[in-house]
């Protein structure tokens, strides 16, 4: 399977602060980045699908104002929630997706709490 | 409309025993189907492909597609305490599609020991 790397893995933060998330595709070029977002005991839930060197699509009712995303590299694609609120505490989960494969792998994930 | 339907869960099954996932999904133009394993506070880790109709082993799983029922299971055979977790059916609808894979809502699965 891919290999792919989130940073940090675990973050709290006080409320109205902004964090970054960083994703790593280690062993294939992400055309395609997918973000995710998982409360707890809840089904995972596409927040954006990115393009290397593109905008990023939201999805409805999130908001591409809050949630930034950079795409600027096949390797790495990064997430920022700006102006953090404890309702974006929640595990949030990358998944890069290139041309040579059909598959779907995801990050280890990073946990977000928000104070 | 894109949907992956999955029971909601919790499945129990003895320890030993065979545990059944079943996942319908609602757009025939779906290419692909992948089961994902997700423990407790960790991200989803590919079990499984299947790409033809029929049954594809490896080790303790067994999936299993029916693309005239659009019905796509995962058999878990002699089921451990540590395959406890909540398990993903996922579609990929193909390359023409904006968002390739549509995830279903997830089946938990308690082995009792």
């Known amino acids: 399977g891919a290999v792919v790397s989130q940073h940090p893995s675990r973050v709290i933060c006080k409320s109205g602060t902004s964090v970054k998330i960083e994703c790593r595709s280690l062993?294939?070029?992400?055309?395609?980045m997918f973000w995710y977002r998982q409360f707890p005991k809840k089904s995972l839930m596409l927040m954006a699908t990115?393009?290397?060197?593109?905008?990023?699509?939201?999805e409805q009712g999130v908001e591409k104002d809050k949630f930034l995303i950079n795409h600027a590299s096949l390797t790495l694609s990064t997430l920022t929630v700006t102006s953090a609120h404890p309702e974006d505490s929640s595990f949030y989960i990358c998944?890069?997706?290139?041309?040579?494969?059909?598959?779907?792998?995801f990050g280890p994930g990073t946990r977000l709490t928000v104070l | 409309q894109k949907e992956v339907e999955q029971n909601s869960g919790p499945l129990s099954v003895p320890e030993g025993a065979i545990a059944s996932l079943n996942c319908t999904y609602s757009d025939r133009v779906s290419q692909s189907f992948f089961w994902y394993r997700q423990y407790s506070g960790k991200s989803p880790e590919l079990i499984m492909s299947i790409y033809s109709n029929g049954d594809k082993e490896d080790g303790r799983f067994t999936a299993q597609l029916n693309k005239a029922s659009q019905y796509v299971s995962l058999l878990i055979r002699d089921s451990q305490p540590s395959d406890s977790a909540t398990y993903l059916c996922a579609v990929n609808l193909g390359r023409n599609y904006g968002q390739n894979f549509v995830f279903g809502p997830g089946t938990r699965l308690s082995v009792l020991p």
């Open positions: 998944s890069p997706s290139g041309m040579s494969t059909d598959t779907q792998y």
């Open positions: 990115s393009n290397e060197g593109s905008k990023a699509t939201y």
């Open positions: 062993d294939f070029q992400a055309t395609t």
